[in-house]
């Protein structure tokens, strides 16, 4: 989907009308995201269809037969403004509906914050599970700066880290998280999610996977087409 270059998350008249009218930023937001939005880092390597989804963070239900992938970096603007805007209409339009379950995995390149992040997001999601994991990650890129400088900065330090978590999750909790965090608990998880993004050619932040195919798209009706299409695979296994 529309790339932060590498380096650079639910009828009537009245709801149709204001189905039409989310579709028709999110074309735009896709549009924009597609042409303008990469942040670059490494060339394409071949495409690996078959992906391992156990232990990962995920919204939807277990059941929904297509599954899609973000892969992104805390610190990447773009990805940032896909959380904000994409990521909520993905949820209406294909997540609660059943279609289909969305998966966050890490491509973590743009600095030591960058890897950080990712690591300690993945401890809170082995600490506290998949619920906590979301309204931290949401949380989070609420808090990435604004300002463009801020990328070779070290802002989310351990601290800022553990400051956050402690707004959606107990002291008792936090310190189980930090625990993991430090002792370097999740560090394999994070290495699967790096070890996907380059075998499946990630070049971009966020780029969108449907059932290990990348989504080369531009708007939310061309994702939803090849959700369906993914299902229709699915059905004729």
């Not at 610190?75 to 403004?81: D, F, G, Q, S, V």
């Not at 491509?107 to 960058?114: A, E, G, L, V």
């Not at 402690?166 to 936090?174: L, Y």
Request: hydrophobic share 35%.
């Amino acid at each position: 989907m529309a790339n932060n270059k590498k380096n650079e998350k639910s009828g009537s008249n009245s709801s149709a009308k204001f189905t039409f009218w989310v579709i028709g930023l999110v074309v735009v937001c896709l549009a924009a995201f597609i042409f303008f939005g990469n942040h670059n880092k490494k060339q394409e390597t071949s495409e690996v269809s078959k992906i391992d989804y156990t232990n990962q963070p995920y919204l939807g239900e277990k059941t929904a037969p297509v599954s899609i992938i973000e892969f992104g970096d805390y610190k990447c603007p773009n990805c940032k403004n896909f959380a904000t805007n994409i990521v909520p209409v993905i949820e209406k339009e294909l997540v609660d509906t059943g279609k289909a379950k969305f998966y966050f995995m890490n491509d973590s390149f743009i600095n030591t914050d960058s890897i950080r992040s990712a690591k300690f997001a993945e401890s809170v999601f082995k600490e506290l599970g998949n619920e906590t994991f979301w309204k931290f990650h949401e949380l989070l890129y609420k808090k990435q700066p604004e300002d463009p400088k801020y990328e070779k900065m070290d802002v989310f330090t351990e601290e800022f880290l553990t400051s956050t978590l402690k707004e959606v999750a107990s002291d008792a909790e936090v310190e189980k998280v930090v625990k993991n965090f430090q002792s370097k608990g999740s560090e394999d998880d994070w290495n699967k999610d790096m070890d996907y993004a380059e075998k499946l050619g990630v070049t971009g932040t966020p780029t969108i996977f449907v059932n290990g195919e990348m989504f080369k798209g531009q708007t939310i009706d061309d994702l939803k087409k090849m959700v369906d299409e993914a299902a229709k695979g699915n059905s004729n296994e």
